[in-house]
Every structure is written in C-alpha cells, then in structure tokens.
C-alpha cells in the first residue's frame, strides 16, 4: 500500500473505530438536529468542523502549537456536552438562521478535536519532517470516516422519525439526553486535577 493510502486509512480507522466513542459522539450530537433534506446545512456545519481540527491537527503536527494532552482529553468530551445541551434549546426545525450558533460549535470545537488526534498521528510520524503528504492523507482519512458517521445518524434518523413516526423533538430530546450522559461520564473520568 502506498503512503497515503496508509495514512488515508489510519485517519479513517481513527474516527470509525468504537474505541475511539468521543469523536462519534460529537459527529452525532451535531448532526442529529438535521435530516437529509437539510443536506446544505449538514454540509456547513461538517466544513466548519473540518476546518477547525485541519487548523490545530496541521499545527499540533508541524510543532506550531503545544498542549497538555491531559487537558485536551478533558475538553473532548466537555465539547461533546456542550452540543448535547444545545440540541435541547432546539424547538423547531426550520433553522432560518444563515449561521446557527451550531456552526460555530463545531468550528471551534474541531480546534480542540484537531488537537486530539494530533497526539495520535505525532506518535506515528516520529521525527519524520516530510509530513505534509501523510498530515494530507490522515484528514482526508478522518473526513471520509467522519461522512459515514453523518449518513449512519441520518438514516437512523430518518428510521425512527420517518418509518416509525418518532416525534422529531423527543428523538432529538432522548438521543441528545443518552451523549450527554456518556460524555459526562468521560468527561468526569477525565479531569486532569
């Protein structure tokens, strides 16, 4: 297999593994507000996340910026309870606003999450100062996995909302209500105190 290919993969097996629930949690807990037919939104709000981590994944990588890893591993989750709770503010689905205050969650927050799986992909590259190919290959890797995430949350939303005629506030309501009491948890477990 190729370099990029490998990167490619491990960026993917990265954000798809179960091991790593955090990641998942928060792709779901920003998607779970929308539905298909709200595709451009998803879009955005997917961007702006993927700006976001591509910023401090790219600078972490490249030694620009320095972090304690015990903090950022608190912060994960504690973004993760953030967005669980603002789903609970959502009483309609029309969103109308041009920029939601969740597209700003999710860009700042992949600051943090960039910051995450830095440490992951900083433990792979070694000392090895040609990382652009490689940084290239893991985001792209982390994107693809990141899009499944969004298309599995979907169709389960659209499952329970359309076929089994879930109300679309208590679906939002009880799914937003289980993340955050996983990500509490984590977070709790995580305190770097």
Known sequence: ????????????????????????????????????????????????????????????????????????????????????????????FSFRSRFPIIYFFALFFGLIHGLGFSNYLKSLLGKDHSVVLQLLAFNVGLEVGQLVIVLAVLLISFIFVTIFRFSRREYLLYVSGGIFALALQMALQRVPF
């Open 1 to 92: 297999m190729n370099e990029f290919g490998l990167y490619f993969k491990i960026g993917y097996q990265h954000i798809a593994d179960l091991k790593g629930l955090d990641h998942i949690l928060f792709i779901m807990a920003l998607c779970l507000r929308y539905q298909f037919a709200d595709w451009t939104k998803i879009l955005i709000l997917v961007t702006a996340f993927t700006i976001g981590h591509s910023i401090t994944l790219a600078l972490s990588v490249l030694d620009v910026v320095r972090y304690s890893a015990h903090w950022i591993e608190f912060l994960i989750p504690c973004t993760i309870v953030i967005t669980a709770i603002s789903n609970l503010f959502v009483k309609k």
